[in-house]
């Protein structure tokens, strides 16, 4: 059975930009009700003791499997998310290897923040915004709801998840003030490192 992973961080460290409050939503109910609800479903079947990745490979685009997949794909993309972010407090420096990785694809660090913004911006409705390496290049795309680049063989570096539910309590919807708030101070790089090297 799956479990709600523990925070790499304590609750009050993304503060100012992300709240105890939206928090204890975010993760504590809206994450937690994800892994509930996948474990409901697949209790009993072949993909009870599968991974997360896994259950995403086999339900993606399979009609009857809708619910399971889109479960799943949350709880990984939740799990995934925060690990994207780091304590408001901690500083830390954009590894060499994907500043570089990022300057191969985009002319520069700067135009890749520059349209990581626009993609979170323009992303209609629910959703995620992500920086992916797919084959060689490393790219930004947005998936609408559930959706999740391993179900389309991309390799996820980071992700801001733009559903209301992950800012609305702190910024209403004032999108790009909370997208400017992780950009700026709260994105982990070290951990897209890990990431860049699969």
């Not at 994105?187 to 990431?195: I, Y």
Request: with cysteine; net charge negative; proline share 4%.
């Amino acid at each position: 059975m799956h479990t709600l992973p523990i925070l790499p961080f304590e609750m009050t460290d993304l503060e100012p930009h992300i709240s105890a409050k939206t928090l204890e939503f975010h993760y504590g109910k809206h994450h937690q009700a994800y892994i509930d609800n996948l474990n409901k479903l697949v209790e009993g079947t072949p993909m009870e003791k599968d991974s997360l990745q896994n259950i995403i490979v086999k339900t993606a685009g399979r009609e009857g499997k809708e619910a399971i997949f889109n479960n799943a794909a949350q709880a990984y993309n939740h799990e995934f998310f925060w690990k994207c972010l780091k304590p408001v407090h901690v500083d830390t420096l954009i590894p060499v290897e994907l500043k570089n990785a990022v300057i191969h694809s985009f002319g520069s660090w700067e135009k890749m923040i520059e349209e990581l913004k626009g993609a979170a911006l323009s992303q209609f409705g629910s959703g995620w915004v992500w920086l992916v390496k797919e084959d060689s290049n490393v790219k930004i795309v947005k998936t609408s709801n559930a959706d999740t680049p391993i179900a389309h063989g991309q390799i996820p570096l980071f992700t801001i998840d733009v559903w209301e539910h992950s800012y609305y309590l702190d910024y209403q919807n004032r999108r790009a003030d909370y997208v400017n708030g992780i950009i700026e101070n709260l994105a982990n790089w070290d951990f897209s490192l890990d990431n860049l090297r699969d």
